[in-house]
């Protein structure tokens, strides 16, 4: 079998909902053409939509590593690398005040690798939110709904956090 076969029945897997099988097939592609950067591209693509964000990353980067000038392979990179940053800030962010402090600079740095990162602007606000930092929150609250303007949780975050600084002014 060739590696175009492989990818094809990867794309059959995917069109069924099948990314397991999709991701055997970019494998078995890869072994054939480990060298093909598209492949590395594709299977790192199928792992993202798998939620294996860590695979994903590792894949894109060995897409780089082969095609080190493409553009496309670099910013799918940052993506992947801003959505890694904004799964650890979540995780560690009610811990404690430092791990919050801590996780509002991954999610700064996730925001600069992907200023489209709705979630990372939504997350940030609710660590500034997390520190009573009001102000804060709802910038990166209203950051968020630049980017997604008829998102209602957005806007629930706002006016929460509007109502929240009020109360803190009034005390």
């Not at 097939?25 to 890869?30: L, M, P, S, T």
């Not at 962010?93 to 999610?107: G, V």
């Not at 606000?125 to 949780?153: C, G, N």
Request: one cysteine or more; hydrophobic letters at 40%.
């Amino acid at each position: 079998m060739t590696a175009e076969e492989c990818i094809n029945k990867a794309y059959h897997s995917i069109l069924h909902s099948d990314f397991e099988q999709a991701i055997y097939w970019f494998e078995q592609a890869i072994a054939l053409e480990g060298d093909n950067p598209n492949h590395h591209y594709k299977l790192s693509i199928t792992y993202a939509r798998s939620n294996r964000v860590a695979l994903a990353i590792e894949q894109a980067e060995l897409a780089i590593h082969y095609a080190p000038s493409n553009e496309g392979y670099k910013i799918h990179l940052n993506c992947l690398l801003a959505k890694k940053k904004t799964m650890d800030a979540k995780k560690m962010m009610y811990q404690s005040l430092q791990e919050t402090h801590h996780a509002i600079m991954l999610l700064k740095e996730a925001i600069a690798l992907d200023s489209l990162a709705i979630q990372s602007y939504v997350v940030l606000a609710m660590a500034y939110a997390e520190l009573q930092d009001y102000h804060q929150a709802i910038q990166y609250v209203k950051e968020a709904q630049k980017l997604d303007p008829y998102d209602i949780v957005i806007e629930d975050l706002l006016n929460q956090y509007k109502q929240s600084l009020a109360k803190l002014l009034k005390s």
